[in-house]
């Protein structure tokens, strides 16, 4: 397969005697892809019902004659002020019951049934009219379902959507009082049209409802997007996408990826460095104009999986940001890094976000590959490198890696819903073990919970995931590999109930979490294999004892292939615990040095500096912010 680079523009932004000139030049700079129109509905349906299709067409046409290939964008997350008057109660509501202002964007309800028939109108009317235009190649729906936490709704029409859902789940609501264990504080329903959403209670509401709620409100997201793709998919053969978020775990990517052709997702390593990571003042200044070694590469292995093997970066930082707190340069080289490293993870296709900068509005501090004047700012060099070397290079086939990190969303929803512990976050305990994986040179594999056949790799890692599907315990029966699962894994049932007998409850495991207690960070649990637990503890009991912590309590258990960890791992005893997996398993590791990481694609290696010196490693010296590869 060809690797490609494109690019964001948004025409309706530039006079029309503009376009063309753009088209070539993103022609002439190596570009094949050129995303357009997620934001354009107030052009393309001035008022209800009178369409203007005749700047899109130009638009579309013009850009096809110059070589490229265009992913239209559906543009449902800006519907007009019009829409508003049409359907005033179609705007989200926050969890304090405010509903979300127009003058920005994604201020819809998931749930509003009037707002999803405009959509299917809008996305019928624009499939019907370019599904069979040669230079429409892709189509995205929406735009980042999820940003500016706009995925759970406290609106009536979310209310009355949840009602049906849960009747539908339930069939009985002395079904759901059990399931949900509403005996306790007197909490019984007598009919489903009793039920509220879980906010604005007196105190915590019941985490068996908050949980329903979170995973109605993911397949809200799911049946938005379904809504879309079969209407795409009856006029247009071409692939659809999503572009997702880094982070952004409040509803199931795998369910709403399960409707998609293409996983995409929006990379912006300074924002998210500043913005989205627990990490140390001193980790954050080294990484200031890089971004965080570690996090974009979680990603494209999250989204490799959410795409079933398809995914792209449809939105890459080019420069400077405007929306987190603090906005630096990237150092030179790094757009450059960023692309290369996304294509060494299997990317289809890279796009920078976005073609100019623009002078007007709010994201008029967020750079562009050009500058507001036109002139070419630092990544389209870059941008330009990254094509020729594509050009050049043969093809970074082939992604299998040695391990397998499992990815929950409901889980995030678990612990988000109760944490017993202010540090116990799910996503930063998967990175946790992400980055750890990657520090021993490891490529990997992020799957979903219930993969039913673990044979494709020989160590499979599994922190906290809330419940373990059948599937998966099954999988683990037959295993012959290591699987290193915990902690706080199979601690709930599926109605989100402490199981009884007590968890892990995996098989051939004589072990129990008698149990738990969450720590301040700076109180460690010391290991007698050198490092300790923090945040998180779990007192073991059983027979199947692989080590203790230093006060005799039992941490780590095992047997066959399963070992079960009873804690958050700091970072030396992470790499001890992995290490030994890998070792155990036969898997060979590298410990990296510093600020590189290394990666494995098909008959190249690669690795990827993100330090602003150069780094040597095993003879070979990777400049500041670059990129080495050679064959394996
Ligand atoms: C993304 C979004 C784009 C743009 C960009 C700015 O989250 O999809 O429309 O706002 O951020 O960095």
Known sequence: MKRTLGVCYYPEHWPDAQWAKDAARMAALGLTWVRIAEFAWSRMEPEPGRMDWGWLD????????AGLKVVLGTPTATPPRWMLTRHPDMLAMDAQGRPRGFGSRRHYCFSHRGYRAECARIVTLMAERYGGNPHVAAWQTDNEYGCHDTVLSYSPAAAAAFRDWLAQKYQSPQALNRAWGNVFWSMDYAGFDEIGLPNLTVTEANPSHVMDFRRFAS???AGFNRLQTDIIRRHSAAPIAHNYMGRITEFDHFATGADLDI????SYPLGFLSDRLE??????????RQGDPDFQAFHHDLYRAVGRG??????????????APYNPDPLPGMARLWAWEAFAHGAEAVCYFRWRQAPFAQEQMHAGLLRPDSAP???FDEAAQVARELAAMPDVAGTAAPVALVFDYASAWAWATQPQGRDFDYFRLVFHFYRGLRELGLSVDIIPPDTADLSPWKVVVAPGVATLPPAFLAALERFGGIALIGPRS?????????PVPLPPNLPGL???????????PDVPVPLDGGGAFLHWREKLEGNDVLERARDGVPAVMAAGSIRYLGGWPDDAARYRLLAAACDDAGVPTETMNGPLRRRDAGGVRFYFNYGAEPVTHRGITVPAAGVHWSPR
């Open 310 to 323: 398809r995914w792209w970066i449809m939105e890459q930082q080019p420069g400077p940001v405007n929306w």
């Open 279 to 288: 990490a140390s003042a001193e980790h954050k200044r080294a990484f200031v």
């Open 510 to 520: 004589d072990c129990t979490v008698a149990r738990v207690e969450s720590l301040p």
């Open 219 to 221: 397949d809200e997201v």
């Open 377 to 379: 700012a630092p990544a």
């Open 490 to 498: 199979n601690s709930k049932t599926a109605d989100f109930a402490t």
């Open 58 to 65: 130009r638009a579309i046409a013009i850009l096809g004659a």
């Open 263 to 266: 996983a995409s997702w929006d």
